[in-house]
């Protein structure tokens, strides 16, 4: 029971939930960068809602399956072909034994995950199997996928033909709004209209510990001897030369630079999808108003997804 | 007590010690996601749906009001093998206006402290050895810093557990293993601990 990586693109790797309470040790939080699109391709298979899968990253994969198995591509918009025959993303594939599938290049959005049912294989460390390639641990030996890599599937389960309802779909646009919060040293910013209202642009320095915005420099207050103190998922940096960057599921867990800026709890799954070239804009929510719009994201999507604690 | 976002509430400590005695009380509790102590904070993070931010500053403010607990197993001193021989220790001893030779004496000397683990699995900040051993980070960090190198920077030591890059500049490096996946304990280095360099010959 396992597929075999023909092409593993650009950078694939294997992503389930984030490792959690482990920042304290200096270890990121890793898993899916963007867990709703992993939870709904886990939907489609019945499986728990962040079992590992294959996360892919702007340029698809190309596999062959040497047992039947169900799988379901969700994410970035991209033309996913069997055999070479087209096939919809957000629905239940069965995939015969030495029937190929290719992920093509994204479209609108980065990172297609491609779950199987039952899920797959990975190395466990610390509480969770997604991969941190900087430390080399988790899922399939701690590193991104390469051609010929053989990957166990669990026993792969029966699962009905089923699609994700349109109204669960995530659009994958070239424009985003992200909500965001004042963080620690948001008072250092000489102007917050900068960053709350401007529309930045995601620059090519973007991976998953970060994504670098360009466009307007933020005059920001140098405060020396600042102390190193937490950082997060989703919190936006701000060095002296005023291009803030945006810290994605990666990210270190400490830093020195000014905390200008949280990305809401609700709308960190999007940073998955910022593409080199979108354009991106912060607009302010106070902490409150953050907590009644994450209710109510996860009333409407748990209608349709099970258990949404460690996805939005 | 200050907001870092809709999730996270920060409150200011005076010391490394400090932060580490608070963060390990509010992570016996286990009322938060996340616990992190910084060189003179704790952050928590929460679900916004499960605690209030009003209740998780509460908790926080109340922990670190209540009566200390008395310091748990007194932590042992650990040695750490190091060679001096990395690529900006003369550049450091001349802005501390030193011979080699003293800064490693006063390197070796002293027991440093483990005053936060953070930024990648197994970095360490160590405490700082004094005014007078204040340099600068390099003006630009480097890409790849070897796992085991060792840096020195605003008076303190920097152990570097994994390769990648790195901006202090570097004194040594060890070639014991401070952060090792296949061990039972993955992480050799513990918050608080007192730390003895030896100089490896």
Known sequence: ?312 | MRSLGDDIVEVPVDTAADAQALAQRLRQQSSFLQVISGLSSVAVQYDPLEISRADAATIVQNTLLSKRAPASDVATEMQISIHYDGPELAAVCEMLSLSSEAFIEAHTAVVHTVDMLGFTPGFAYLSSMGKSYEVERLPSPRRLVDAGSIGFAGGRTGLYGLAGPGGWPLIGRTSGKLFDVEAKDPFLIQAGMPIRFVHAQ
Not at chain 1, 46 to 66: H, K, W
Not at chain 1, 192 to 201: K, R, S, V
Not at chain 1, 272 to 280: E, F, I, K, P, S
């Open chain 1, 1 to 312: 029971m396992t597929i075999r990586i023909l092409d593993p693109g650009l950078q694939t790797t294997i992503q389930s939930a984030p490792r959690a309470g482990w920042r304290h040790q200096g270890v990121p939080a890793s898993g899916a960068a963007d867990p709703l699109s992993l939870a709904l391709a886990n939907r489609l298979l019945g499986n728990p809602v962040l079992a590992p899968a294959l996360e892919l990253t702007l340029n698809g994969i190309r596999f062959v399956a040497a047992t039947q198995v169900a799988i379901a591509v969700t994410g970035a918009t991209a033309g996913c072909t069997l055999n070479g025959q087209a096939f919809d993303q957000h629905s239940v594939m069965h995939v015969n034994v030495d029937d190929e599938v290719v992920v093509g290049a994204a479209e609108h959005g980065v990172r297609n995950y491609v779950a199987f049912a039952g899920g797959l294989v990975a190395q466990s460390f610390l509480g969770s199997e997604s991969t941190y390639m900087p430390a080399v641990f988790g899922g399939h030996a701690g590193r991104a996928l390469e051609k010929d890599d053989v990957i166990a599937l669990r026993a792969p389960a029966l699962v009905p033909k089923m699609q994700t309802p349109s109204a669960y779909r995530l659009p994958m646009q070239p424009r985003w709004t992200l909500r965001a919060c004042n963080s620690a040293e948001t008072e250092l910013l000489k102007d917050p209209a900068e960053l709350f209202g401007t529309t930045f642009t995601v620059s090519n320095r973007s991976d998953r510990m970060g994504i670098r915005l360009d466009g307007a420099r933020l005059a920001i207050e140098a405060k020396g001897g600042m102390q190193s103190a937490a950082v997060f998922p989703g919190m936006v940096q701000c060095p002296s030369d005023g291009r803030p960057y945006l810290l994605g599921a990666d990210a270190q867990t400490t830093g020195g630079y000014p905390r200008i800026a949280k990305v809401a709890r609700l709308d960190l799954h999007i940073l998955g999808q910022l593409r080199c070239g979108d354009a991106v804009k912060l607009m302010f929510r106070d902490e409150q108003t953050a907590a009644d719009e994450l209710q109510k994201k996860r009333r409407y999507w748990g209608r349709w997804l099970e258990d949404l604690t460690s996805v939005i």
